[in-house]
């Protein structure tokens, strides 16, 4: 009998791949009946999501050492592996294998599940990432009406991890990153959301695959320009990157919210860091400069290159810029922002409804 | 709702207090109310030891005060001495020692710019001021052999002559020097996040200045234009030209524009000095082994000297015998840093760290 | 007297970008680091590294067990026949010779410029890999040796 459940599992995750929806023995419209095959496949397609957001964040962390490593006139590691490719995992089993401290005052519940609530965004975030069509072959996991909605629910959900962390560990610097934290969120979430639904508009759905699709004569940077740098500044500021990066500022605040982490918790807030500065790329590619629109190549490569364009761009901004004061830093995003944002919404309010046919 | 003030201590270890400084702030909110600086995870008794050897000796505690900028130390040290002992130095050790002096300048605020770059968040200037800076220090292991602490100057001269091969290498680094000291400044001068984030902080007024005791580039930056090798030349400094900076503003990007403009007043009296270098003697021959001499000395005397970070001096007493009787350090960190409390009042965290790196204390020099 | 005026916000963003392309140029040019196991460090004949003794020149003044400042070295008895040029010389009647704990010493050159033979120096030497600490206190024997000939004789 199991076996029965897993040839039909797997059929069902091929049919699936190849864009045909077969589901057999439904009652209005939910599969009852093989179920269990419809839930090993789904486990299946997020352990992949999964495996490829820990690859992504494995490469885009070696990019980076190596790329601040090139900047300052050094060779960065190149010692682990070759060219130091294997540095990033030599560093987790170094983690891994530190003792693990709790403060004795700190609130323990609140303490453990901090850094998983700041991670899990990142793996959601990337099942909803359209990754093309090849030919006739689906590579997108989830393909429903909303999935920009799906995004930004979770991508609030993320700071607010940042907070229980700081809040929970007994410690003054803690407690000032959190509310630099909870400041930051609050000023450069609603530009954010703003200029998402100017793109939303232009688009006419919520879905990601229809964003792309809407895109097909030109991408959606060229008339949201104002949008795109709007969107730019909030995603580098949600983070928490580089010039940005308040909550935990490096020479200030010892380490801001993470200052009681050690060990493998530590290594979990880092490696969701650089998963949101991927993640941040990809979407940036998929709303403003379309996805897996390209001339030659095969889509996917498109979002890649773009993705990866991007993932450079942050980069380079983290390496070069300092940091700015807490006060400036609200002042840049309901001052100046948030008006921008709010004309945006307008242009393309009322390009949406003067000029059909394009989008 | 009644405000509550916090207190928080910057302690010791931390990752942007140039060393060993603790600061306990109360702070309400994010503003400094009240900032008290504590001292003394430094001391390493150099002056008590001083006074337990004999005079050519405790030049290696000089070295030790100010590590960034031996050679002004040992310079303030060997001044004093001689002036006390009456010794005639030639001509030439007196160039090779401006020349020392002025390089070592350079370095020391090298040593500044990266490590502020590092307070501000930039990670990338440090690592381009350490470049600099090595170039530099090769410089230094030609003529005296050793990169950090010296042990060079000696009482009536210098310890051994500049090669040809260090004179070579003077005029290489030169000759790009200030290129490249422009294009790191350019990364912080016109950046918009850099002004925004050092104007108008950390303001010191001439009032605050005198009476506190400040001197060097903040006393530079406030608008009092006072130079110890202007006002008392030394060696041979009314023979060059150079000039001095002076700005009104009295903050934290004033203080910036001073050093980086003596930076490069420095480069330009290394390159006068070379040129007008005579032959001669190195070293006092009387006093050439001067271990083996037993020099006895009486009185007291005080040179003051210009050190990257203030007016820097030491006030020696001698009682007739071959030990000094008292050796006391005037450190301009210490006068220095005795001005954070008013410093700080009324500005945010972030501020303090901007603060307290463009105050440039090193603290061997303030612990002693 | 510095005339440089402070940049307002409009060349202050132009200075954040320009400041960027500085950084960005950077990347293309060659790198300053060695890597040091493969390729050597350059230093001058100056430089000064560990503390070398030519025992046939050195006449136990004990100067430069005084002069030094944290107690590195100490006199030693140590038994060793001179040539017949250098015992005329250069006698040593009490048959005491420094000998050297090199993981203290400051380098500090006070011992070279109070010695009034000449016998210590100090030279250019500045890689030294023991396994135990007390292997550090060189005998007057082992002063007179280079690191590379030292190597493989660790005593217990």
């Known amino acids: 009998m199991t076996l029965f459940f897993f040839l039909m599992s797997i059929l069902y995750g091929i049919l699936k791949f190849l864009h045909i929806n077969f589901v057999p023995f439904t009652y209005a419209g939910y599969p009852i009946g093989l179920w269990i095959a419809y839930l090993i496949v789904a486990v299946v397609e997020v352990l992949l999501v999964f495996i490829i957001a820990m690859i992504v964040v494995v490469i885009l962390v070696y990019v980076f050492r190596k790329y601040m490593a090139d900047v300052q006139n050094r060779i960065g590691p190149n010692r682990v592996g070759k060219w130091g490719t294997l540095q990033l995992i030599a560093d987790v089993f170094k983690l891994i294998q530190k003792q693990d401290i709790t403060p004795k005052t700190a609130d323990r519940i ?30 997108m996991v989830v393909n429903f009406n909303y999935t920009i909605l799906f995004l930004v629910a979770f991508m609030t959900v993320a700071p607010v991890g940042e907070i229980i962390g700081g809040l929970s560990s007994h410690n003054k610097f803690s407690l000032y990153g959190a509310l630099r934290s909870a400041a930051q969120d609050m000023a450069y979430e609603v530009p954010m959301l703003i200029s998402l639904i100017s793109v939303v508009i232009l688009a006419g759905s919520y879905s990601a695959v229809d964003i792309v699709r809407a895109q097909h004569l030109i991408p959606f940077v060229i008339p949201e320009i104002l949008g795109f740098i709007v969107f730019f500044l909030a995603m580098i500021a949600r983070q928490s990157i580089p010039p940005f990066d308040l909550p935990e500022s490096g020479s200030e605040l010892v380490s801001g919210f993470s200052t009681e982490y050690s060990g493998m918790r530590y290594g979990i807030f880092y490696m969701a860091n650089f998963g949101f500065m991927a993640l941040a790329s990809f979407v940036i590619a998929v709303m403003y400069f379309g996805g897996w629109e390209g001339p030659v190549f095969p ?61 | 709702m009644e405000e509550k003030v916090i207190e928080v201590n910057f302690g010791p270890q931390h990752p942007s207090t140039h060393g060993v400084l603790r600061i306990k702030v109360k702070l309400d909110g994010e503003i400094i109310v009240d900032a008290q600086p504590i001292i003394g995870y430094l001391h390493r008794n150099a002056e008590k030891l001083s006074e337990m050897g004999t005079y050519p000796k405790a030049l290696i505690y000089m070295d030790r005060l100010d590590y960034v900028a031996a050679m002004n130390m040992e310079l303030g040290y060997v001044l004093a001495v001689e002036n006390l002992m009456d010794v005639q130095v030639p001509e030439r050790a007196q160039w090779i020692r401006m020349l020392v002096v002025e390089l070592n300048r350079i370095a020391s605020h090298l040593v500044w710019l990266g490590t502020h770059g590092l307070d501000m968040g930039m990670l990338t200037p440090f690592f381009y001021c350490w470049r600099e800076r090595e170039r530099i220090l090769r410089i230094f292991d030609e003529i005296t052999g050793s990169r950090l602490l010296y042990n060079y100057m000696s009482i009536g001269g210098v310890y051994s002559d500049v090669t040809p091969k260090a004179l070579e290498m003077i005029k290489e680094w030169e000759s790009d020097f200030v290129d490249k000291l422009n294009e790191i400044g350019s990364i912080f001068q016109k950046s918009y996040i850099y002004v925004a984030r050092t104007k108008g902080v950390g303001k010191l007024s001439r009032d605050d200045i005198i009476s506190y005791g400040v001197t060097g580039p903040m006393q530079r930056a406030s608008g009092m234009k006072r130079d110890v090798r202007k006002d008392t030349p030394y060696l041979f400094y009314d023979r060059v030209n150079f000039e001095v900076p002076v700005r009104e503003e009295g903050d934290v990007y004033a203080r910036f524009l001073v050093r980086m403009e003596e930076m490069r007043q420095s480069a330009k009296i290394v390159s006068q000095v070379i040129e007008k270098m005579p032959e001669g003697e190195f070293y006092n021959k009387k006093y050439s082994k001067p271990m083996l001499v037993r020099l006895k000395a009486n009185g007291e005397s005080y040179v003051p000297t210009e050190s990257p970070k203030g007016e820097f ?30 410093m700080l009042k009324g500005y945010k965290i972030a501020d303090l760290t901007a603060s307290i790196s463009s105050i440039d204390p090193v603290f061997g020099e303030v612990d002693r | 007297m510095t005339e440089e005026r402070v940049p307002g916000p409009l060349t202050g963003i132009a ?29 001058s004949e100056r430089t000064t590294g560990r503390v070398f003794l030519n025992v046939d020149t050195c006449i136990g003044c004990t100067l430069c067990e005084q002069i030094c400042p944290n107690g590195t070295i100490r006199m030693v008895d140590f038994h060793y026949e001179k040539s017949q040029e250098f015992d005329k010389k250069y006698p040593n009647r009490r048959e005491i010779y420094p000998s050297v704990d090199v993981s203290i010493c400051t380098h500090c050159n006070l011992c070279e410029e109070i010695c009034p033979t000449g016998a210590i120096t100090l030279e250019a030497e500045v890689e030294e890999v023991h396994f135990r600490r007390k292997n550090t206190r060189y005998t007057p024997e082992q002063l007179g040796k280079k690191e590379v000939e030292l190597w493989g004789e660790e005593r217990e």
């Open chain 1, 110 to 139: 609140a303490f453990r599940v901090a850094p998983y609530i700041v991670f899990t965004p990142v793996v959601l975030g990337f099942m909803v990432i359209p990754f093309g069509n090849v030919s006739i072959l689906n590579l």
């Open chain 1, 299 to 359: 889509g996917t490569v498109w979002l890649i290159i773009k993705g990866a364009i991007f993932m450079i761009i942050f980069l380079l901004v983290w390496v070069s810029l300092g940091r700015v004061r807490v006060d400036q830093l609200l002042n840049l995003g309901w001052k100046y922002l948030l008006p921008i944002s709010i004309v945006n919404l307008l242009i393309s309010s009322a390009l949406a409804i003067y000029v059909t046919g394009v989008f």
């Open chain 2, 313 to 342: 001096g030491i006030y020696i007493i001698g009682d007739g015998s071959s030990i000094p009787y008292r050796v006391r350090i005037r450190s301009p960190s210490f006068a220095n840093l005795s001005s954070v409390p008013t």
């Open chain 3, 15 to 43: 200075g954040v970008a320009k400041g960027m392309w500085t950084i960005f140029k950077e990347g293309f040019k060659p790198k300053v680091t060695k890597q040091v196991p493969e390729e050597k460090l350059s230093y």
